[in-house]
């Protein structure tokens, strides 16, 4: 046990954890893991504009159908809470106050007119990104450029008072970053950002060093998009005097094209989901891995392969495995394409070596979307095997065989035109004696049959995709004398008279 490795997962509830999060997630999971440390959920909701209700129970509730299950955040306890930052609001004041003390940070008292009007001033001189900085602090209305006096003065009147940091000039910002090693900033590039709102909330940037500090981080691993931030929170360390963490940026996680970043319009765009499970918006329903029938480790498999490998080509992995594998200096640097194919696939592999009984509870969860009752645990039992080589998701086991469970309302007309006289009635009647006979043994069943075919000269090519039509409505489906058995003799004598309607009217 290294109860000195700590790492967080800190999302903002602003809406559903989409996958990149997940994946994010995954990586401080099982570097906790491996390292017998300690996996910390915070919530940082300290942007009061962008909360979303429910957010917060969504990702509690995501990360636990993932089995990524934290042991200290807000519902699971833990000695360095509270863990959701709105709570902690009056600590991030005392630390920002520090920060103007020690002449680090300094009040603002700008309107959003002035702030607009220093934008427009500066993209006239020619400067596209308008940045409030070292170059234009000093014209604007705040504790540098105004006179105590002034200064007090706004204070009391507590108008739109913020607190800003003051980057220092010509220098150059440096850090170590796990996966990209030396990253350097210039500090001429950084601009002041505010750490303390007019709402007295603090910015991400403030809470999350004062937090990460103060919950013993020692590891900070997060997504690409965050890495320049870096730069400011590295300030931040330095002026409050504090050791910083081991940085690790994971790579972008790419559009299936390759070109850009995955984004949640994605997966409308290209059919499959980007959330872990179903998120029920004001004015949105985006689709969950959970809802279209994932098993939640084959889905883990799939992500922690985005951005980091194990170094050989081992690809199949459960949690006890890739917690033996992972490690942070084997993460990628480009970006990992999502690829749902091999989403499937490797849910796929997950379904085909598990026990058929294992697979009956998640198969009958999606079963009920379906269907008002549901078969006996015997008979879907049986299904499950004759189907568990062929099935992608949980959800396969209706969509690829429907015919189980209804008899089929439609057949392949032009598969049964090439092949379907009247004249054969007879013979699928004799057809089903051999079925009623020879019920206890699909083997025996097909025997039957065939011998039934070569012996009247009849044409396996003709009688054998006819009987499968009638069973399961096209050429499609496991077995033919598996499927029959199991429907049973009835079930298959009425299905037989109702395609033979079918067939003749065609
Ligand atoms: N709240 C940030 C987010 O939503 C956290 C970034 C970080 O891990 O520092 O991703």
């Avoid at 320049?228 to 050791?243: E, G, I, K, M, P």
């Avoid at 640097?333 to 598990?354: E, P």
């Amino acid at each position: 046990m290294n109860q000195d490795v700590r790492v967080r997962f800190a999302p903002s509830p602003t809406g559903p954890l989409h996958i990149g999060g997940v994946r994010t997630a995954l990586y401080n999971y099982l570097y906790a893991k491996k390292m017998g440390g300690v996996f910390v959920l915070r919530i940082e909701d300290t942007d009061q504009t962008r909360y979303i209700p429910g957010a917060e129970d969504y990702i509690r509730e995501s990360l636990e159908w993932l089995g990524l299950t934290p042991q200290e955040g807000p519902g699971y306890g833990g000695e360095y809470g509270p863990y959701r930052q709105s709570e902690r609001k009056e600590l991030y004041q005392k630390y920002a106050q520090q920060l103007v003390d020690n002449g680090h940070a300094y009040y603002a008292f700008d309107t959003p007119e002035e702030l607009e009007a220093m934008r427009e001033r500066e993209a006239a001189k020619g400067f596209h990104s308008a940045k409030y900085d070292h170059r234009v602090r000093m014209n604007m209305k705040n504790s540098m450029s105004l006179t105590t006096e002034e200064t007090k003065a706004f204070l009391d009147k507590g108008e739109n008072v913020t607190i800003r940091l003051k980057v220092p000039e010509n220098e150059t910002v440096t850090f170590n970053d796990i996966v990209r090693e030396e990253v350097s900033f210039e500090t001429n590039e950084l601009d002041d950002k505010v750490i303390l709102k007019k709402d007295g909330m603090p910015t991400y940037h403030l809470a999350n060093i004062v937090d990460d500090h103060l919950m013993k981080i020692s590891h900070v691993i997060r997504g690409e998009e965050w890495l320049s931030s870096t730069a400011h929170h590295v300030l931040l360390y330095r002026f409050f005097d504090w050791q910083p963490p081991v940085f690790t940026h994971l790579p972008l996680i790419l559009k299936p094209t390759g070109k850009g970043k995955l984004s949640k319009r994605d997966g409308a765009k290209f059919g499959f989901p980007v959330f872990p499970i179903q998120w029920n918006g004001d004015d949105e329903t985006y689709h969950g891995f959970r809802e279209e029938g994932y098993d939640p480790e084959a889905l883990l498999n799939f992500l922690v392969l985005l951005g980091w490998n194990p170094g050989n080509d081992e690809e199949i992995m459960d949690s006890e495995r890739m917690t033996e594998l992972f490690s942070l200096d084997k993460i990628i640097k480009s970006g990992a394409r999502f690829d749902v194919d091999k989403a499937l696939w490797f849910n796929h592999q997950y379904i085909l070596v598990s026990k058929p009984g294992d697979l009956l509870d998640p198969v009958k969860n999606q079963m009920v979307k379906y269907l008002d009752t549901l078969p006996g645990d015997e008979y879907l039992l049986k299904v499950i095997q004759l189907l568990q080589s062929r099935v992608h998701s949980y959800d396969d086991f209706f969509k690829e065989g429907e015919f189980f469970y209804k008899a089929p309302k439609s057949y392949d007309e032009k598969q049964v035109l090439k092949r379907y006289h009247p004249e054969s009635d007879t013979n699928f009647n004799s057809i089903l004696d051999l079925i009623d006979k020879n019920q206890d043994s699909s083997e025996q069943m097909a025997n039957a049959v065939k011998q039934f075919l070569s012996d009247n000269e009849l044409k396996m090519g003709v009688y054998l995709p006819l009987l499968r039509i009638m069973m399961c409505g096209s050429l499609k489906g496991p077995d033919l004398f598996e499927i029959i058995q199991l429907l049973g003799y009835d079930e298959v004598k009425t299905r037989m008279e109702s395609a033979l309607k079918v067939f003749k009217s065609y």
